[in-house]
């Protein structure tokens, strides 16, 4: 039995082989194919990616960063210089899924461009958590840590939809591996190029460089200042680039270096300051800096209220919540004083930072949870909380062979989601049917430069490929952004949901047929219940 568990233990630091991790590579991209051929998320993309392949179509035809959607409080901001007349600045979506999906484009079906989108670094991801956990515990990690994460919804879900947190995830873990071991300038360059590829796939990625910077510096405290100093640099200088390129981008758009919309978007939700209205589509735009000064309360009544959510709930991130567990089990030992690889530490940061981060967001704006928030740090969490599973089986002298079964069924729970789109296969297909219904309804009757004002403008412009801004929520507001701001040539009104009712309330006697809307016609009922209404005043 001893010998056993000798050849099941391969020691820790040994690098997985090349021909090893070919082989990952391709077995997750042969189960990443039959994902997207079994469901249907990237025929029909979730809102975010819906904006997405819309300002990818754009990039595509070789318009640049612009897009066909706007939001109420990006019209307001554009129109301090002039500019809030379409195109529009790509202000609202992340800058790496629009050129990656955009690209892809030129060359493939468009479903196909969105599921690769994300795909691409899905297929990434799982050999370079696979290497991690070889490093941190051989082999049995590795096959742990990737294979639970293949199969949770951070993986195979998120690849298939074209979702930003693929990319997020394979970056992070590309930073971890670079920086786990003995620091060295191509070991440092390599995670600054990766942090800069992230940047451009999610923001928060430059907050988090900062605990990165911090990490390198006190990796490197024992070589004097010169070479800390250096290393920091060679990390910054990739990072500092993306960021530039990207900053320089909205600059030509709109005015101001790294516009973004969805900040000042974000910053405002659940505060309670909207009543009747919503943060999102209100006729008002702040810098946050100067939104949290002018309501420090409000904003830390929000902040305490969203941390008490979602703290709690924090180890649930990516669906990988049995290995999240044992991620924060290993953070006891850690504070403990036990001998621990040092990136653990660069983790534990990154994870706290975040935590610290989400309260300024949102507490489940549009049925998003907060959690998705966390949920790209759900693999690299998890792979932590596999190589110690490992770690524990050793210290205890347990059979790996026999341990082969509650791990493997901790994978089987932890795929439970993805096995179940698996069973039902496609979920969208009276959606889809609707979606065009509209798109046929806009077309015969309108122009592709007509705008539309809608309550599902990402729907509206992803089927129609018309300009949409989002509808605000009250008929008067919209009056006066059709007047002041913006005038629209139609009008799109759809329920979204119970848990949305208040956004379309006032429009209720509209819908109903019970009010006219002054200056507009309704012309058509739509299946799923959406009225669609016609200008009739001049714009």
């Not at 019209?75 to 999906?101: D, H, I, K, Y």
């Not at 309550?455 to 412009?461: D, K, M, R, S």
Request: with cysteine; proline share 6%.
């Amino acid at each position: 039995m001893s010998d056993e568990r000798e050849r099941a233990a391969p020691e820790p630091g040994r690098h997985a082989p090349v021909r090893e991790l070919l082989l990952v590579g391709v077995l997750a991209a042969v189960a990443w194919a039959g994902f997207v051929a079994r469901t249907d998320f990237h025929a029909y993309p979730l809102e975010d990616v819906q904006q997405t392949v819309v300002a990818a179509r754009e990039f595509a035809a070789g318009h640049g960063m612009t897009s066909r959607i706007s939001e109420p409080p990006m019209l307001v901001f554009l129109a301090e210089s002039g500019r809030q007349q379409p195109p529009w600045p790509n202000a609202l979506r992340a800058p790496l899924a629009t050129v990656v999906m955009g690209a892809l484009m030129r060359i493939l079906p468009e479903p196909t461009a969105v599921a690769l989108s994300s795909g691409i670094f899905f297929v990434l991801a799982v050999p370079l958590l696979y290497v991690i956990g070889f490093r941190l515990a051989g082999r049995p990690a590795a096959v742990l840590a990737a294979t639970a994460f293949a199969l949770s919804p951070s993986g195979l879900y998120l690849g298939a939809t074209g979702m930003t947190e693929s990319s997020t995830i394979a970056a992070l873990a590309a930073i971890v591996l670079a920086l786990m071991g003995p620091l060295s300038w191509r070991a440092v360059l390599a995670a600054g190029i990766a942090a800069g590829i992230g940047s451009l796939g999610r923001s928060t990625m430059t907050w988090w460089a900062l605990v990165m910077v911090g990490y390198i510096a006190w990796a490197s405290r024992d070589a004097g200042w010169v070479r800390p100093l250096g290393r920091v640099a060679l990390f910054c200088a990739p990072l500092a680039l993306a960021v530039w390129w990207w900053g320089a981008q909205m600059a030509a758009l709109t005015g101001e270096f790294g516009y973004d919309a969805q900040t000042d978007i974000s910053i405002r939700r659940d505060t309670g300051l909207y009543p009747g209205r919503s943060s999102s589509l209100t006729l008002e735009y702040w810098r946050p800096r100067e939104f949290i000064l002018q309501h420090p309360g409000v904003m830390a009544r929000k902040y305490a209220r969203i941390a008490a959510e979602t703290w709690p709930r924090f180890i649930t991130m990516g669906g990988l919540t049995l290995l999240g567990a044992l991620f924060v089990a290993e953070f006891v030992l850690v504070l403990a004083r036990g001998r621990r690889v040092t990136v653990h530490w660069l983790v534990y940061l990154i994870v706290a930072m975040q935590l610290l981060l989400v309260p300024l967001a949102s507490a489940g704006h549009g049925g998003v949870s907060a959690n998705r928030y966390l949920d790209p740090l759900g693999p690299i969490a998890a792979t932590l909380g596999a190589a110690f599973a490992i770690e524990l089986l050793r210290h205890y002298r347990a059979s790996m062979r026999l341990a082969v079964v509650p791990l493997g069924l901790l994978v089987a729970l932890t795929a439970t989601p993805t096995l179940m789109d698996l069973a039902v296969g496609p979920y969208h297909g009276a959606a889809l049917q609707q979606a065009e219904t509209l798109a046929g309804a806009l077309r015969a009757r309108g122009t592709p430069d007509d705008i539309v004002a809608s309550t599902e403008e990402g729907l509206v412009a992803w089927a129609s490929g018309m300009y949409a801004v989002g509808l605000p929520v009250t008929p008067a507001e919209f009056l006066r952004m059709d007047r002041e701001f913006l005038a629209v040539d139609w009008v799109h009104l759809q329920h979204r949901g119970e848990e949305n009712r208040a956004r379309t309330e006032a429009w209720e006697p509209i819908m109903a047929g019970e009010a006219t809307l002054p200056g507009f016609e309704l012309v058509e009922r739509l299946p799923g219940g959406s009225v669609l209404l016609r200008r009739t005043a001049p714009r």
